[in-house]
């Protein structure tokens, strides 16, 4: 998770399956992150607010990725997050005990 303070408000931003999904269905896309920046960082930040404060308005969101000093260690560190919500989709948690198993059968 990352907190942001901004005017005395403070935001935690981290992604969970549904905001990526939300994003996806936007037209967001990870891998497209350097060739298309302008569209796509923008997207990964107000990505990062969905989970926990979707009441906040895109400009306010704006306002306060255009005050935040180091953006290429935010937009890395977002991305990380990102990446690990997605991963958790493929990977899972192999150590909770109960869950399901499956095999092939021929």
């Known amino acids: 998770m990352i907190k942001i303070t901004y005017e005395k408000d403070t935001y935690e931003l981290e992604f969970n399956r549904k905001t990526v999904r939300m994003m996806e269905g936007q037209g967001f896309n990870i891998d497209a992150l350097t060739e298309q920046p302008a569209t796509m ?6 990505g ?5 404060h979707t009441g906040v308005k895109r400009n306010l969101v704006d306002e306060i990725y255009n005050s935040l000093p180091n953006k290429s260690g935010l937009i890395q560190a977002l991305a990380e997050m990102y990446a690990d919500t997605v991963s958790s989709l493929i990977e899972g948690n192999p150590s909770d005990e109960g869950n399901a198993a499956w095999e092939v059968v021929k």
């Open 41 to 46: 960082i923008p997207m990964l930040f107000y």
């Open 48 to 52: 990062a607010f969905s989970k926990n």
